[in-house]
């Protein structure tokens, strides 16, 4: 079993130039970053099209993990010619078997990539922006309202709210925080609990375990 994620930025037409070519700089280093930090082949993750992203993961119980990077990466980017231009991804992840395995992960195939692909279509007419699709019908309806939720959270996040979301995800203590930053760590504590992290990180531990479990015993 793999993880496939499928995932696109939300109105990149609108986007100035200058800063698309921010977000897709940022995406390449998170996916070179995310490569080394789990041993993942950065060479799964491509952009194509200029604003859409797919890309395999090895471990799935790691698809969630990846993705909050992802979008927090992004969430915490600023324009600072217009405060109100935003970058935003719409992401998908399947989980499934892969039938066919190619150097480009265009030309791959399998339940995996079936189940990713035709989520992120569908989430293009319900304005969700995070959905989990595998075989398992159970799990689907678990993580269908929890990661619902989660989308309610950060949408209404501040780019510093997602900023210090980002740096939590990769295990950072609030008192390193707030020197990488250059505030008190007061201040990241507010934002912290602001985020949601709480159960944020409640959210992605349950889907390690769920994942990790689920398919474990199908082996």
Known sequence: MVAVISADLIDSSSYPTEFLDLVIETM??????????????KSNFKIYRGDSVQGM?????????????????????????????????????GIGSIDLKRDEISESNGKAFQLSGRTLDEM????????????????????YTSLALFDFIADRWSTASAEVIYYLLQDYKEKEIAKILGISQSAVNQRKKTAGW??????????????????????
């Open 28 to 41: 390449q280093k998170e996916f070179d970053f995310f490569a080394k930090y789990f041993s993942e082949e």
């Open 57 to 93: 993961l090895t471990n799935p119980e790691n698809a969630l993990l990846f993705s909050l990077f992802l979008k927090t990466a992004l969430n915490k980017l600023e324009y600072e010619k217009d405060s109100a231009i935003k970058a935003d991804l719409r992401i998908a992840i």
């Open 124 to 143: 293009k007419f319900t304005g969700r922006k995070l959905m989990l699709k595998t075989p398992n019908i159970d799990l689907n309806l678990e993580f």
């Open 198 to 219: 709480d159960p944020i990180s409640d959210l992605l531990t349950r889907f390690k375990e769920k994942i990790s479990a689920t398919f474990k015993e199908q082996e």
